[in-house]
């Protein structure tokens, strides 16, 4: 027969059991903030993730291609896919960032390790430095018209290339004369 002990540690261990077994999985966002990135820097709407726990290796699925505007105006794919480490995503494909006229697409993203309250955004050549505190929540994200062309300065064939095609493109503008009266 059990004793009064013995059934109030069952009673307390079940309800203990039952407590832990409702806590919600965790989300994509509690990974970003347990890696010590800010939760907006992917928009609200994950309609699914991956992660794998060991290597970092992650896919985020949207339900859309959409736009966020923060400083800058940031496109992100269907798919978002990178390595998430202490305070940085490398490897990063899927999202691409605004600057001028032309986007380009980002390679990685690191919280500056010295405090100073910047997030980097690597483009290739090119560090894009942010605020972090525009990244605390993630931002709602507005269905993408196309998907732009992007400039990605990290292969030298395709910056070359992308080059002449920026060329072309501003040449008819260099080209024009104003004819004054």
Same mark, same amino acid.
């Given at each position: ?9 069952? *009673? ?9 077994? #409702? ?6 966002? &509690? ?15 994950? @309609? ?5 726990? $060991? ?13 966020? $505007?923060?400083?800058? +105006?940031?496109?992100? &794919?269907?798919? *978002? #896919? ?6 940085? *995503? ?6 691409? +960032? $605004? ?14 390790? !010295? ?6 955004? &690597? ?5 894009? +430095? ?14 993408? !018209?196309? !998907?732009?062309? @992007? ?6 064939? &395709? ?9 072309? *493109?501003? !040449? ?10």
């Amino acid at each position: 027969m059990a004793s009064s002990r013995d059934l109030f540690f069952l *009673i307390i261990s079940s309800i203990f059991l039952l407590e832990l077994s #409702s806590l919600p999985d965790p989300s994509f966002y &509690d990974y970003l903030r347990e890696s010590g990135l800010p939760a907006g820097i992917v928009p609200k709407g994950v @309609t699914n993730f991956s992660i794998d726990i $060991k290597t970092g290796q992650f896919t985020v699925a949207l339900p859309v291609p959409c736009d966020a $505007k923060f400083e800058n +105006q940031f496109h992100f &794919d269907y798919n *978002i #896919s990178g390595v998430l480490s202490d305070g940085r *995503i490398g490897n990063l494909s899927g999202v691409t +960032q $605004k600057e001028l006229f032309l986007w380009f697409a980002v390679k990685g993203i690191h919280v500056d390790p !010295e405090s100073s309250g910047l997030i980097h955004f &690597d483009v290739g050549v090119a560090d894009k +430095q942010l605020s972090l505190s525009l990244f605390e929540s993630p931002r709602d994200c507005t269905a993408a !018209e196309s !998907e732009p062309l @992007t400039v990605d300065l990290s292969n030298h064939r &395709d910056f070359k290339k992308q080059s002449e095609d920026i060329q072309s *493109i501003l !040449e008819p503008l260099r080209t024009r004369r104003t004819i004054g009266f």
